[in-house]
């Protein structure tokens, strides 16, 4: 939907935003544009200016041919930086400047293709409204000043906070647009530092599912791949929207549906995916697990599951049986609002047509019940034997470009790279990886307590500042923010953070662009604004959201006086002393930590996840022989990769030398290890309640000698086996008293893969999780549910103290009935002309003409009782007291009694916007309020996970 009409600021000005936008581009670059414009290179802002406030399509205009410019192209392979199915783009370079994107048709992933992000990423590298040079706040107006005086100044007052107040007095925000060698450095930069108070964009959207899927299977990761989708009979789609939030994904199963495919789309809302669909279901917010334990109570009731898979590879179906038989077809119409045939048509067709596939995303987990929500589709998924099949899976596509690599070896806060937890073998494990002393590394910290206790997270940053020291379970509240690549409009509760904002004695930006933090703090000084490169002015891996490890080449040098994230962590480590250490087995040149290097030591640490056979050289021969893979099975079918899946799909076993292809499929039986093959992983021992963790006899991939389940490998098994021996003699030096994880001659993972195993264990998938509040997942009502009859039935959980360094509330809030006061279900999602926070997408004038407003989604029905029209501004109301300031879409998209709203929008609060506020010339075009400024309180029970999918508003005309 596009509101493509003149806009008002509320003052009764009718200029557009885009052609405001433009026209301040225009002036402050013209020398420039001019000499692009000579050079061939862009198209004349002045000209795209003069017409749009009239008609904003024009008929086209032949126009003389510039001069032709001279010197050299080049073509650099490079990867989308929007979401993450990892879309190829080939950039043209001439003289350094790029002047035009080809289409990537040789890529298996987006075979040429593009939505409108990926179409316009040139306009991303050469943005006219990025930072351009570090600033500084001065009594509430932006300062430039060079980058010797912001490291000084922000690293004087760090250390500064750091003797008074602790380590852990800092707040490192990271972001999901890093490549993996920066996520891996900023984890080890801020462990240097002396905290685990890091975090970074999965923790506010996936989360959950890492915890959920991991905790059910052994990794948390997509299970299959977008191509694999070709081999789907059918295709659940449940809060998921890829036709808006990964477009390039839906031609891997537009192709299935050509080929018979059904397709079943379970939404709030009726989606641009959705109108695909043979099977359309409407569900009320927040009932997620209710309606899946009612469609799989139809599978029971009809026998449809697979027995034979369950009785073998899983554990604990049993009690999933006794939850699931209480979702009678009565009590999911209730408490859904689907009706029994509904239910029923949607067992029936996952059922009888195999191997189908679930698709989610955010819908499913940013939910106070999120990790449930995940595992509950991952039981579905394991009753009709889905996993570990071509075709079926537990697919989960990824936000961010970068969102599962920075995960899998970024800064996260529970966690050091590679999920190996940051207990004291953790810490052993990379302390000789980094080649500095353990007892060096607990120095740092406060104390070795909180060397092992999980930090706070981005989605609670602001509770860490604002609540009482007494109820923090650390020394200090926080006193300075680094938000470092992230938008604050990403999370909930804007209010608050605002105030957090004020409060701190330091505030510091590091981004290409300004983001929201640099406008909506309210602050007279104390803020600092860093320029980075983008991805397109540095090099690296980048990991899609089905595994595959991309590499990058840089397109142009950085711009302006921007720096890329490696020289500015290791020009504030130079600062904190810490320089040698960060960097002892990487190169430095210019002050840049080399790229290629800081990958070699991902692949010497990471045995865990298999990051460790994607060397640099493996990866940048994929990215110059894309044209050898198929786009179907994603192996190479010729040439110098023959026998590799594209960009060596973690796990990708051992030592590059090793020469293992990638994992395209994971749980896989039919394959043999070394091909890519895997079984569930042993990850919690051998029995629980007197039952055996491990899988059935015979249930063991292809050519393993070991003809049923097995334990993880460590040193001990490996004797006892006889295959010791077979290790060298530099090798047993180095994995004695070792397991696969820590062993890092990588020589137990080469022998037990020699011997058809997988070094993680051959196991069952936990169907039943004692670990977590819920073993088995159960309805829980939203904490502002409208439903107050049922939250008596389906309470939440009791409030939590010290978790993750907080208190949680959960009763507390539950406890108070909004709903007569704000009667509308309230949720959000995603645009396909904008990504994230929006700020790059929204400053991008491509992209900006196609969506110039903030809006809410009302049914006529709604909008009847306001007198809302399309097209004018309505009030949206919360019960925090915010309101926001939207103009009304009135649709049958939305049921009765809901309304939707896209997350990409800020600039704007609660009506008033606020251009001024931000640099001159580095505002986004598109401004409109952040619909999370008016989001309420809740929290995924296990990850802390921010609720967004389910609240409670009202309008009211403006």
């Known amino acids: 939907?596009?509101?493509?009409?003149?806009?008002?600021?509320?003052?009764?000005?009718?200029?557009?935003?885009?052609?405001?936008?433009?026209?301040?581009?225009?002036?402050?670059?013209?020398?420039?544009?001019?000499?692009?414009?000579?050079?061939?290179?862009?198209?004349?802002?002045?000209?795209?200016?003069?017409?749009?406030?009239?008609?904003?399509?024009?008929?086209?205009?032949?126009?003389?041919?510039?001069?032709?410019?001279?010197?050299?192209?080049?073509?650099?392979?490079?990867?989308?930086?929007?979401?993450?199915?990892g879309c190829s783009v080939e950039a043209v370079v001439q003289n350094g400047v790029w002047?035009?994107?080809?289409?990537?048709?040789?890529?298996?992933?987006?075979?040429?293709?593009?939505?409108?992000?990926?179409?316009?990423?040139?306009?991303?590298?050469?943005?006219?409204?990025?930072?351009?040079?570090?600033?500084?706040?001065?009594?509430?107006?932006?300062?430039?000043?060079?980058?010797?005086?912001?490291?000084?100044?922000?690293?004087?007052?760090?250390?500064?906070?750091?003797?008074q107040?602790?380590?852990?007095?800092?707040?490192?925000?990271?972001?999901?647009?890093?490549?993996?060698?920066?996520?891996?450095?900023?984890?080890?930069?801020?462990?240097?530092?002396?905290?685990?108070?890091?975090?970074?964009?999965?923790?506010?959207?996936?989360?959950?599912?890492?915890?959920?899927?991991?905790?059910?299977?052994?990794?948390?990761?997509?299970?299959?791949?977008?191509?694999?989708?070709?081999?789907?009979?059918a295709v659940l789609f449940i809060g998921s929207n890829p036709a808006e939030a990964h477009p390039i994904s839906m031609l891997h199963f537009l192709h299935a549906k050509e080929l018979g495919a059904k397709m079943i789309v379970i939404d709030p809302r009726f989606t641009r995916t959705a109108r695909f669909a043979h099977h359309y279901v409407r569900i009320r917010p927040g009932t997620d697990i209710a309606l899946v334990w009612g469609i799989l109570w139809h599978i029971f009731e009809n026998s449809w599951e697979d027995k034979k898979f369950i009785a073998e590879r899983t554990y604990g179906m049993d009690e999933v049986r006794k939850e699931v038989a209480k979702w009678t077809p009565e009590k999911v119409t209730d408490v859904t609002g689907v009706s029994e045939g509904h239910v029923k048509l949607a067992a029936e067709i996952l059922a009888k047509n195999r191997p189908s596939s679930v698709v989610w995303c955010m819908g499913i987990t940013q939910h106070h019940v999120g990790t449930a929500n995940v595992r509950a589709l991952s039981i579905l998924q394991l009753a009709l034997g889905n996993i570990g099949v071509a075709g079926g899976g537990a697919n989960i596509y990824r936000g961010h470009d970068n969102v599962q690599g920075a995960t899998d070896v970024g800064p996260n806060p529970d966690s050091l790279p590679g999920y190996y937890g940051i207990?004291?073998?953790?810490?052993?494990?990379?302390?000789?990886?980094?080649?500095?002393?353990?007892?060096?590394?607990?120095?740092?910290?406060?104390?070795?307590?909180?060397?092992?206790?999980?930090?706070?997270?981005?989605?609670?940053?602001?509770?860490?500042?604002?609540?009482?020291?007494?109820?923090?379970?650390?020394?200090?509240?926080?006193r300075a923010v680094l938000y470092w690549g992230h938008a604050p409009n990403s999370q909930t509760r804007l209010p608050d953070m605002k105030e957090a904002m004020q409060k701190l004695d330091m505030l510091v930006v590091i981004d290409p662009y300004p983001t929201m933090t640099a406008a909506m703090h309210g602050r007279k000084d104390g803020v600092y604004l860093l320029p980075a490169t983008t991805q397109f002015e540095t090099s690296g891996s980048?990991?899609?959201?089905?595994?595959?490890?991309?590499?990058?080449?840089?397109v142009i040098q950085p711009l302006y006086e921007c720096k890329t994230d490696q020289e500015i962590m290791y020009l504030f480590a130079k600062k904190f002393g810490f320089a040698e250490q960060l960097c002892k087995n990487i190169k430095v040149v210019n002050n840049e930590p080399v790229i290629e290097d800081i990958l070699r030591e991902i692949n010497r640490s990471c045995w865990t996840i298999g990051y460790t056979g994607c060397s640099p050289e493996r990866l940048k021969l994929h990215m110059q022989n894309k044209h050898t893979f198929n786009p179907t099975t994603l192996r190479a079918e010729s040439g110098p990769c023959k026998g590799d899946y594209y960009g060596?799909?973690?796990?990708?076993?051992?030592?590059?030398?090793?020469?293992?292809?990638?994992?395209?499929?994971?749980?896989?039986?039919?394959?043999?290890?070394?091909?890519?093959?895997?079984?569930?992983?042993?990850?919690?021992?051998?029995?629980?309640?007197?039952?055996?963790?491990?899988?059935?006899?015979?249930?063991?991939?292809?050519?393993?000698?070991?003809?049923?389940?097995?334990?993880?490998?460590?040193?001990?098994?490996?004797?006892?086996?006889?295959?010791?021996?077979?290790?060298?003699?530099?090798?047993?030096?180095?994995?004695?008293?070792?397991?696969?994880?820590?062993?890092?001659?990588?020589?137990?993972?080469?022998?037990?893969?020699?011997?058809?195993?997988?070094?993680?264990?051959?196991?069952?998938?936990?169907?039943?999780?004692?670990?977590?509040?819920?073993?088995?997942?159960?309805?829980?009502?939203?904490?502002?549910?409208?439903?107050?009859?049922?939250?008596?039935?389906?309470p939440t959980y009791d409030d939590k103290a010290a978790f993750w360094r907080l208190p949680t509330l959960y009763k507390s809030v539950q406890a108070k009935d909004?709903?007569?006061?704000?009667?509308?279900?309230?949720?959000?999602?995603?645009?396909?002309?904008?990504?994230?926070?929006?700020?790059?997408?929204?400053?991008n004038p491509w992209l900006a003409e196609l969506q110039q407003n903030m809006f809410v989604e009302v049914n006529p029905h709604d909008a009847a009782q306001i007198g809302a029209v399309t097209g004018k501004y309505v009030w949206v109301e919360t019960p925090t007291g915010a309101r926001l300031k939207v103009m009304a879409f009135v649709t049958e998209r939305v049921a009765s009694g809901m309304v939707w709203m896209p997350f990409h929008f800020a600039g704007w609060w609660m009506g008033e916007d606020l251009l001024e506020h931000y640099p001159k010339g580095a505002a986004p075009i598109v401004r409109g309020e952040a619909v999370n400024t008016g989001w309420t309180y809740g929290y995924d029970i296990v990850t802390m996970m921010q609720e967004t999918k389910v609240s409670l508003c009202r309008l009211a005309r403006a």
Not at 548 to 554: A, C, G, I
Request: glycine share 10%; hydrophobic share 35%.
């Open 1 to 85: 939907m596009s509101l493509l009409k003149k806009s008002g600021d509320g003052n009764g000005t009718t200029r557009s935003a885009l052609f405001e936008g433009i026209a301040r581009a225009g002036a402050a670059t013209m020398n420039r544009r001019g000499f692009l414009m000579r050079a061939g290179v862009a198209a004349g802002a002045g000209v795209m200016a003069r017409h749009l406030p009239l008609n904003m399509i024009q008929p086209a205009q032949a126009a003389e041919s510039p001069p032709a410019a001279t010197g050299a192209v080049e073509v650099k392979h490079t990867v989308c930086t929007h979401c993450s199915v």
């Open 99 to 163: 002047i035009r994107q080809d289409t990537a048709f040789a890529s298996p992933l987006n075979m040429g293709a593009h939505c409108a992000k990926g179409a316009s990423v040139r306009e991303h590298g050469h943005g006219e409204h990025r930072l351009r040079y570090p600033m500084k706040l001065v009594d509430g107006k932006y300062q430039r000043i060079s980058w010797d005086q912001a490291i000084n100044e922000i690293g004087d007052r760090l250390l500064q906070l750091r003797q």
């Open 165 to 233: 107040a602790g380590p852990d007095s800092i707040m490192m925000i990271g972001g999901s647009k890093h490549s993996n060698e920066q996520s891996y450095l900023m984890r080890k930069w801020i462990s240097m530092w002396g905290s685990n108070n890091c975090d970074h964009q999965a923790r506010i959207c996936h989360s959950t599912t890492v915890a959920g899927v991991a905790q059910t299977y052994g990794y948390g990761a997509m299970t299959n791949s977008f191509n694999d989708l070709h081999h789907s009979k």
């Open 423 to 478: 207990a004291e073998g953790a810490w052993k494990h990379f302390a000789t990886v980094w080649g500095v002393d353990y007892n060096w590394l607990v120095s740092r910290f406060a104390s070795k307590e909180l060397m092992e206790k999980p930090g706070l997270t981005v989605s609670r940053w602001f509770d860490g500042v604002l609540e009482k020291n007494e109820f923090v379970d650390q020394p200090s509240n926080l």
């Open 542 to 554: 980048v990991t899609a959201s089905n595994r595959s490890v991309q590499w990058r080449e840089r």
């Open 648 to 794: 060596l799909p973690w796990p990708c076993w051992g030592t590059p030398e090793l020469k293992h292809p990638g994992t395209p499929l994971l749980y896989d039986l039919s394959k043999p290890v070394i091909e890519g093959g895997l079984p569930f992983r042993a990850n919690w021992g051998v029995e629980h309640d007197g039952k055996t963790l491990l899988a059935a006899d015979g249930s063991t991939t292809k050519d393993s000698e070991i003809d049923t389940g097995y334990p993880e490998f460590d040193h001990v098994f490996l004797k006892k086996l006889g295959w010791w021996s077979e290790l060298t003699p530099e090798e047993q030096a180095q994995a004695e008293g070792k397991n696969w994880k820590t062993d890092n001659s990588g020589g137990i993972i080469r022998v037990v893969i020699g011997h058809g195993c997988a070094p993680f264990g051959n196991a069952r998938a936990r169907c039943h999780v004692w670990n977590f509040p819920d073993p088995v997942p159960v309805h829980r009502e939203p904490l502002m549910s409208p439903r107050r009859d049922l939250v008596a039935k389906y």
């Open 818 to 843: 909004f709903s007569k006061d704000y009667p509308l279900i309230m949720t959000s999602g995603r645009l396909v002309e904008y990504e994230g926070g929006g700020d790059e997408t929204r400053s």
